[in-house]
């Protein structure tokens, strides 16, 4: 049987539900997803195989109007994951109209990537008419292969996603495993998760200027004989004010977060998670090079 892949990359505006598109067509909750903008920092790559058909999906940060150095190596990152695409699927959020930002964004797709694929999202959120005039207003925009309206939230359309994207994949190699649903490492996974928690707790002052950093991750049998994770992270923030919201009255909001993050690294990972959460104050960071990179979050 001849081989089959494709390279498909997620683009748009913040918030419209890449990363949950992500998640959802490949079946596991690999990248952070939140009602804040600008969750997603870096590309996420995600891998389907379906028998012969190789896809890999690769998720990008939304795009925005660029304040720090994070946010630069944010933009780099939406450019860099594009660059490599067969196939890209422009992301769009029925509940919005077209703004500049996308349509700069639209402009700086390469001609010769020759299936971009327009997914608007959230059609829960609209009626009937409000969706063929949104469809009517981003077909003017640019000339895309397909245009198909979706719910990531109720399941919807997410099969006729994938059906034009296993029409379109060609003949190529697989470039990873099988069995692989990502290429993101272990810690990476696992600050995400964390970050993610973070995201969902506070209120929208904090979250932007969070990192997580991973100190140890050591899988060890305890007294029963069940294998345990036991995972040692810091949530770093800007701000000594910032630390005690995090913190919480009595250390509530951490153990909320630690909470959250511990249940979905359970279920993720299927093995008993011992977490233990400690916050620090990173002063500036996101403008801070050497900090940035330490993050993982550095485009270069
Ligand atoms: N109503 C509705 N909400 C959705 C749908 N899909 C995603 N969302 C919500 O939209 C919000 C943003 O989702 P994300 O997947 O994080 O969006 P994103 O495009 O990756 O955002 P950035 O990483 O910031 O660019 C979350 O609160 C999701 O739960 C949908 O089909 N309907
Ligand atoms: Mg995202």
Redesign the pocket.
């Known amino acids: 049987m001849s081989q089959k892949s494709a390279f498909v990359t997620i683009i748009?505006?913040?918030?419209?539900?890449?990363?949950?598109?992500?998640?959802a067509l490949v079946g596991e909750k690999i990248?952070?997803?939140?009602?804040?903008?600008?969750?997603?920092?870096t590309k996420i790559t995600g891998v389907l195989t379906n028998r012969d058909i190789q896809i890999v999906f690769i998720?990008?940060?939304?795009?925005h109007k660029a304040k720090t150095k994070l946010s630069a190596h944010m933009a780099n990152a939406v450019s860099d994951g594009m660059s490599g695409a067969d196939i890209i699927i422009f992301?769009a959020d029925a509940a919005k109209c077209a703004n500049d930002t996308e349509k700069n964004l639209l402009s700086s797709i390469n001609p010769k990537v020759d299936k971009v694929l327009l997914c608007i999202?959230?059609?829960?959120?609209i009626d009937k008419d409000a969706l063929a005039k949104r469809i009517v207003e981003y077909s003017s925009l640019y000339d895309f292969a397909e245009v198909v309206p979706?719910?990531?939230?109720?399941g919807?359309g997410i099969d006729i996603v994938m059906d034009f994207l296993q029409k379109n994949a060609r003949e190529g190699p697989h470039y990873f495993p099988d069995d692989a649903i990502t290429d993101q490492p272990e810690k990476a996974l696992i600050a995400e998760k964390i970050r993610e928690k973070a995201l969902l707790c506070l209120d929208d002052e904090v979250p932007h200027g969070i990192a997580v950093g991973i100190e140890s991750v050591k899988e060890h049998d305890n007294r029963r004989g069940e294998a345990i994770m036991d995972i040692d992270a810091v949530i770093y923030c800007e701000r000594d004010s910032h630390k005690g919201i995090i913190i919480g009255r009595q250390g509530m909001m951490l153990k909320k977060i630690g909470q959250a993050a511990r249940e979905d690294l359970e279920d993720f990972f299927r093995i008993k998670v011992g977490l233990k959460l400690w916050v620090k104050v990173k002063e500036d960071w996101r403008n801070k090079e050497g900090l940035i990179k330490n993050f993982g979050l550095s485009s270069k």
């Open positions: 748009g505006r913040t918030n419209t539900g890449k990363s949950s598109l992500l998640n990248a952070a997803v939140s009602a804040k903008p600008q969750t997603t920092r998720d990008t940060p939304g795009v992301m999202n959230k059609i829960d959120l979706i719910s990531v939230l109720n919807d």
